[in-house]
């Protein structure tokens, strides 16, 4: 599974941004697509997963409220929606796919950048 992010950009706190990772090709109903961040000088953090097949979502507790993670099916497109943006959200976000619920991550993208300035 190949998969390309983008969207990320440069925003001012309070602001929003869409993120996209897009899996060419067919993806099993069984696969979990998931968004993950690495902030400047800390560990990659889980933020958001869609499993495609129930469209069951889970959120870090930091995004709840904040980030909708949905697909596009037609485009096989998983979306991170961010609103009310906050400078410690500023990461480089990876997108990530894993064939089903009980299986490590195995497959990412490149990661897209996204600044919130204060």
């Known amino acids: 599974v190949q998969l390309q992010a983008s969207g990320g950009g440069l925003v001012q706190a309070g602001g929003s941004l869409r993120l996209s990772c897009a899996a060419p090709?067919?993806?099993?109903?069984?696969?979990?697509i998931g968004w993950f961040r690495q902030p400047p000088g800390k560990e990659r953090e889980f933020v958001a997963s869609?499993?495609?097949?129930?469209?069951?979502?889970r959120y870090a507790d930091t995004v709840k409220g904040r980030f909708t993670i949905s697909r596009d099916s037609a485009k096989n497109t998983v979306l991170l929606q961010m609103n009310s943006l906050k400078p410690e959200d500023t990461a480089v976000y990876y997108c990530?796919?894993?064939?089903?619920?009980?299986?490590?991550?195995?497959?990412w993208g490149q990661g897209t950048q996204v600044t919130v300035s204060s």
């Open positions: 990530a796919a894993k064939l089903n619920d009980r299986v490590p991550y195995n497959y």
């Open positions: 090709g067919r993806t099993s109903s069984r696969y979990v």
């Open positions: 869609f499993q495609v097949g129930t469209g069951i979502t």
